[in-house]
């Protein structure tokens, strides 16, 4: 088994990027090999599929499971994109990574050098924060966000509370302009930029470009949070890459020591636990060994986001486990569950691989938990006059009013307690979110003027009266 313990020597063997990321090597494959049974990898199959089972009873969406760099257990739909929410900021990662080494931007560059402000006007001192602070959430600028929910809102610092590189704080707003940052250092979208500069080299299957969108929330800030759908398999090639100190074959992909110095804890978290550049690191022996004996016996690197999307780098078990939640349905998986299942993976270990161990094609075992993937709508233009018509004031009750207002030619809508979200057409009258596919916009009228809105969310619909043209 090959080591991932990130030796001093290797860092130093790989002292540059340019000549390795330049070196021809040979193309990946086209899909997952598998190996033929989890005995030939070393792996007790009923312990495996007791990892299975708990993966289904938690709710999961998808798992996989890659050993020795070839797939040991695929479940659930793993062809199918699912929202990364949270992971998104372990992949902006590697895009700096990238550009940094292609000279693009020197990541001591401060925001003020940057030309980075907002709708409330950053200070000098917020200013003075480097892009390398908004990699490790240590800006100390506490603005609203968008794609932040009200305990991020609540647990918000005051404004100039700490001066730039010295608190750490999980703030979207860092996270936000990092992501927004990239395609203006870089000229391209993200989404063009990911798919130029990591899915192609890995081979990704299902990622396309436009899988990458924007969540804007004009009211709040005026830098989107860029976020990613994407699928199991192809999310477990890039915690392959990550494993393999970023390269992929024989071909280095993120710049040598990348991986290393983004992994390095930048703040403690825990005792044994910390935060790099965009990544949860967890010390061997900080999680808690009644609950996770297995897990507790080793190092863990990870990616994580909301309602259970998961990147488990293991380096000491040539390991990389994608866990998935399918949130499109409002359904998530506890953390627990997964360290869990996580857990039960690794306690099925029995051995070494076997010498002759033969590979197959990948081959998904259903859960049986799983629900049918929503058919996404496409998106219909809507003219300016109707969106017009559409904008006003509307109450839902007393002392509860929203809006429904155009931005930048874009209609968006803000309810109290849930906050601003862009409204997509499926008809004149009818909207869709794309952050949240259960939540429904229908706008009802009175002969041409538009009287009510009934928004569908959370099982429930709240019709709004219009007060106001």
């Not at 033929?36 to 009873?57: C, I, K, Q, V």
């Not at 372990?90 to 000279?103: C, P, Q, T, V």
Request: charged letters at 20%; aromatic letters at 10%.
């Amino acid at each position: 088994m090959r080591s991932r313990i990130w030796p001093v020597a290797l860092l130093l063997a790989l002292a540059g990027c340019s000549s390795a990321a330049n070196r021809p090597g040979p193309e990946p494959p086209v899909t997952w090999k598998q190996w033929a049974t989890p005995e030939a990898a070393g792996f007790d199959a009923n312990a495996l599929e007791a990892a299975r089972s708990e993966a289904d009873r938690a709710g999961s969406a998808a798992v996989v499971v890659v050993y020795g760099g070839d797939v040991l257990a695929a479940w659930g739909d793993v062809d199918r994109k699912l929202e990364l929410h949270s992971v998104r900021k372990s992949l902006y990662s590697a895009l700096w990574g990238i550009a940094e080494a292609k000279g693009l931007v020197d990541l001591d560059s401060t925001l003020a050098a940057l030309g980075v402000d907002d709708i409330q006007p950053l200070t000098e001192a917020e200013k003075s924060a480097r892009l390398v602070d908004l990699l490790r959430a240590r800006s100390g600028v506490y603005h609203p966000s968008a794609y932040a929910d009200a305990s991020d809102r609540s647990s918000l610092p005051s404004r100039g509370a700490h001066s730039p590189g010295t608190f750490w704080h999980y703030n979207n707003w860092d996270f936000n302009v990092a992501g927004a940052l990239l395609e203006q250092v870089t000229g391209q979208p993200l989404g063009v930029l990911f798919d130029d500069w990591i899915a192609k080299p890995v081979g990704m299957q299902d990622f396309e470009p436009d899988d990458v969108y924007a969540v804007l929330e004009p009211g709040q800030s005026r830098w989107p949070a860029l976020t990613f759908r994407m699928s199991t398999r192809d999310l477990a090639r890039f915690g392959q890459l990550w494993l393999d100190h970023g390269r992929w074959h024989e071909r280095q992909i993120l710049p040598a020591g990348w991986v290393e110095r983004a992994s390095e804890p930048a703040s403690v978290t825990g005792p044994g636990q910390g935060y790099g550049m965009m990544w949860w690191t967890y010390d061997a022996g900080s999680v808690g060994a009644e609950r996770y004996p297995q897990v507790s016996q080793n190092g863990v690197v990870l990616a994580r986001g909301t309602g259970g999307q998961a990147i488990f780098i293991i380096p000491e078990q040539d390991m990389v486990i994608v866990h998935r939640g399918d949130t499109d349905h409002g359904r998530g998986v506890s953390g627990g569950a997964i360290w869990t299942t996580v857990d039960r993976v690794l306690a099925a270990r029995r051995s070494e691989p076997s010498a002759s161990a033969a590979l197959v094609a990948l081959d998904p075992v259903p859960l049986a938990n799983q629900l049918p993937e929503l058919e996404w709508p496409e998106p219909l233009d809507v003219d300016r006059a109707t969106l017009e018509s559409l904008a006003g004031s509307y109450e839902f009750g007393p002392g509860m009013v929203g809006r429904v207002f155009i931005y930048d030619g874009r209609l968006f809508a803000y309810m109290p307690g849930e906050g601003e979200a862009e409204l997509f057409a499926k008809s004149q009258d009818t909207f869709f979110l794309r952050v949240d596919p259960t939540v429904g916009v229908k706008f009802s009228r009175d002969g041409s003027r538009v009287d009510r809105v009934t928004i569908t969310m959370k099982g429930q619909e709240l019709v709004g009266r219009r007060i106001e043209k």
